[in-house]
């Protein structure tokens, strides 16, 4: 299709599909010309995913990027799929300076006897968190962020239950996607829950 | 103080200041002539919270005015509490409109047996989010939704225990702030549990 058709199906407008093509989040169409491509499904798909991460998921341009960098090099290793992920939603691992400072982060991942690696994103992620949180006036108890862990951890399983096993470029894709877009999903069920768990408390 | 030690104590520059104080996010000080004016605690307080709210909460100015606009003005009832702190976070609750169309919502509510009234800003929320994967080629099959929304009652139920009962402007601060601050630890703990369910998932 020309890229007036794929602006029409994604309605994303062809200002924007161009940006996004000079950006590297979308890859080149297949040139016809000195001046034109044409596209296919495949860029449909990926138009599609841009503006979920970055509408819904509040992705960064550089962010996004990283993400559809992920997803056209998936590494070979499955397990390696989340690092991969992680890092391309996070901006990239733990510095070792930062790594020595996460103090909090470690103790809970000691506490619960998690399997994390020791330059894991996400616990330079939690770490930055809490400091927020507590700069913010907000102390958690270790008794509550406890109780958090094992409730993500619940998520967590549905989350990895949900990994495709076919090939890795999927698997990632999945990863990647779930993980952006049902953040917003998971934090509205928080707000539903607290509405019925604090009608159900005398006040 | 003046503003520039309440600069210099909150970190936060006098320009950016007078930039909080014309947009209301900050009350005024009490004026001591017509250029000057004396701050205290309570703006240094106020001014981290508001850091916290445009820094980690990832909130943009109009709503973290709405934020302190509901703290200095709580409601009279206890269960009042939690709608404004989410109408203050979600931008409004929903258009009748909205709340017709909201349907995935309101069959996961009524499914769960969950206590939410039927025009709370959550379910719009969780409408918007659960559309917005969708349109990036996610498809949550019910039965995950409802593991999800489960483990996400967990974190609630720590959410209002937690909730000060002494005053009712005490209790609003602890929901919103507890709100925004929590949502990133929340969302860093769901992928180290990640990371650790997938590595005791065979390969």
């Known amino acids: 299709m020309r ?26 169409g297949l040139a016809t010309s000195a001046t034109t491509a044409t596209y296919d499904e495949s860029h449909l798909e990926r138009v ?14 550089a ?36 790594g020595s400072a996460a103090t909090a982060a470690a103790a809970l991942v000691d506490a619960l006897g998690w399997h994390v690696g020791i330059c894991a994103p996400a616990r330079a992620e939690l770490e930055r968190a809490l400091a927020a949180a507590a700069a913010g006036g907000l102390e958690v108890p270790a008794r509550d962020l406890t109780a958090y862990a094992r409730a993500m951890h619940k998520v967590a399983e549905v989350d990895v239950r949900g990994v495709p096993r076919d ?13 952006v877009l049902l953040d917003p999903v998971l934090l509205a069920l928080r707000r539903l829950a ?10």
């Open 3 to 28: 890229i007036s058709e794929l602006s029409a199906r994604s309605g994303v407008s062809v200002a924007t599909l161009k940006y996004y093509l000079r950006e590297g989040l979308l890859h080149a």
């Open 48 to 61: 599609r995913l841009i503006r979920a991460l970055l509408d819904s998921g509040g992705l960064s341009v």
């Open 63 to 98: 962010a996004a990027r990283r993400v559809t960098d992920a997803l056209d090099t998936p590494p070979p290793a499955r397990h390696d799929l989340l690092g991969v992920a992680h890092g391309a939603l996070s901006g990239g691992p733990l510095s070792p300076a930062e």
């Open 167 to 179: 090939s890795a470029a999927a698997a990632l894709r999945h990863v990647v996607v779930g993980t």
């Open 194 to 203: 607290q509405e019925d768990v604090s009608s159900r408390t005398p006040s």
